[in-house]
């Protein structure tokens, strides 16, 4: 079982940056899927970006270009570095890893980006 811990939100003003982390109980080498999703106020959870085990990122469209993922495996870490934050990137955001069948969620960390 892994566990998965994020860290590095907070309350931030438009055009700042944050870098998220997410820190795993165990090696994620081996992990093929770890993903960043976020979850604002009455709206589903979706994706923001996700990277593979050979380091390919994708990201949705609203933050492609503002949001890079990256990953360490020596640290068991995965990052999301967030800039020229906007309002509407306020939401609760996740950390998700696809460990052998299941996936895996952290307990989330706050973003709130202020006009």
């Known amino acids: 079982q892994v566990h998965l811990v994020e860290s590095g939100g907070g309350l931030v003003q438009a055009g700042e940056s944050l870098r998220l982390s997410c820190a795993a109980s165990?090696?994620?080498?081996?992990?093929?899927?770890m993903g960043w999703y976020r979850q604002a106020p009455g709206k589903q959870r979706e994706l923001v970006a996700s990277i593979t085990r050979g380091g390919s990122p994708n990201y949705v469209d609203s933050v492609k270009g503002r949001f890079t993922i990256s990953r360490d495996n020596a640290e068991n870490t995965v990052y999301l570095q967030m800039n020229s934050l906007k309002p509407e990137d306020t939401a609760v955001y996740y950390c998700?890893?696809?460990?052998?069948?299941?996936?895996?969620w952290g307990q989330g960390t706050q973003v709130t980006v202020s006009s």
């Open positions: 998700n890893a696809l460990v052998g069948l299941a996936f895996t």
């Open positions: 165990a090696s994620i080498s081996s992990i093929s899927y």
